[in-house]
């Protein structure tokens, strides 16, 4: 996948999709049961179909798996594939009451983590690519994602530190995306805003993150979504420029249609020189965009960003909106981007 066979103003996801109500049923009805791997693979594969489906229909120029598969969120499933990483003997701060982000088990960390067998991102990938004929983006968390929620018992100094491990983990993961064919990676890394540590080491973790991954990257960063809700109150990205610009990523995917467009002046305001992945689909609303409500977002980049520096996206996933929801977004996001290439003077391709 390259620029030049995209139209102006590509359209893509950030990652997870709608899920179906079927797999929400499925999923209850063998809480209590062991399933068999062709079970497993059988639901997976059905759900990823619907996913591309979906996001073909609605006229998405690059496309993802919608991480269908990963049932315990976008990264904590993959924990379970890592050694020396059980979980935490102390319950979550609350189980009682509405679902929250203090709702978490964390993990124990008691040795070197690793991860000899990989993450299985990339078998995921390849389904992917086996079934549509579309541009692709693959996704994968970053370092950060899982240090964060590990309660450090031995082998470590600091979250950092350990993040670092993670980091080699990830970088193996990447490296083997690219030689499956994964040409655009994401990593994701919502916890550069959490986490209080200098723009620079989380750049330089990144850095260290992608070395040797030949494809384009993205680096996308967020206010957290868990169950449609952010974790931050303060949801700003200023703390994190200039430094962040350091962290050797082509496209940077932010989120701005939650936040009323706030902050989109950062990038003249930096002389940004790289992509800009800029959401304007508020995943956090219920309400649904109009194909206008779209086109005036864009607008109002255009003014800070070049055509040929931007791509449309939703602010987050969609793997905790309707999946309804999520496709009629989706339809509007497609309409409302080819209004502003028409005015622009591009057709549709």
Request: neutral net charge.
């Amino acid at each position: 996948m390259t620029q030049g066979k995209l139209p102006i103003l590509p359209t893509s996801v950030v990652g997870s999709h709608g899920r179906p109500g079927w797999l929400y049923v499925f999923r209850e009805a063998t809480a209590t049961r062991e399933l068999g791997s062709i079970d497993m693979q059988e639901v997976g594969d059905d759900a990823v179909r619907l996913a591309i489906l979906d996001q073909e229909e609605a006229g998405i120029d690059v496309i993802s798996d919608g991480e269908m598969r990963r049932t315990a969120g976008y990264y904590r499933g993959y924990m379970e594939r890592m050694v020396n990483l059980p979980f935490s003997k102390k319950p979550p701060l609350r189980q009682v009451g509405p679902f929250h982000y203090d709702f978490i088990r964390s993990r124990e960390v008691v040795g070197p983590v690793s991860a000899p067998e990989g993450l299985g991102i990339v078998d995921e990938f390849k389904f992917l690519k086996a079934h549509t004929k579309k541009p692709l983006k693959a996704t994968c968390a970053g370092p950060l994602n899982f240090a964060r929620e590990c309660v450090i018992s031995a082998h470590y100094k600091s979250t950092f530190d350990l993040a670092y491990d993670f980091a080699k983990i990830i970088n193996a993961e990447l490296k083997g995306l690219a030689a499956a064919g994964a040409d655009f990676i994401q990593v994701d890394e919502p916890s550069y805003v959490h986490l209080k540590e200098e723009p620079g080491e989380m750049a330089k973790l990144f850095n260290a993150t992608v070395e040797g991954v030949k494809a384009k990257v993205a680096l996308h960063i967020c206010f957290g979504t868990h169950a449609g809700r952010p974790r931050m109150s303060k949801r700003t990205y200023r703390q994190l420029f200039p430094r962040i610009l350091d962290a050797k990523a082509d496209q940077l995917v932010l989120e701005f249609a939650n936040r009323q467009m706030s902050e989109i002046e950062l990038w003249k305001e930096f002389a940004v020189d790289r992509e800009l992945g800029a959401g304007v689909i508020d995943v956090k609303a219920y309400e649904i965009e109009t194909p206008e409500d779209v086109a005036d977002r864009i607008r109002k980049i255009l003014k800070y960003v070049p055509a040929e520096k931007l791509w449309i996206n939703p602010d987050c996933g969609m793997g905790n909106s309707p999946r309804w929801i999520c496709v009629e977004k989706f339809k509007a996001m497609v309409a409302g981007t080819r209004i502003v290439r028409r005015e622009l003077g591009f057709r549709d391709q």
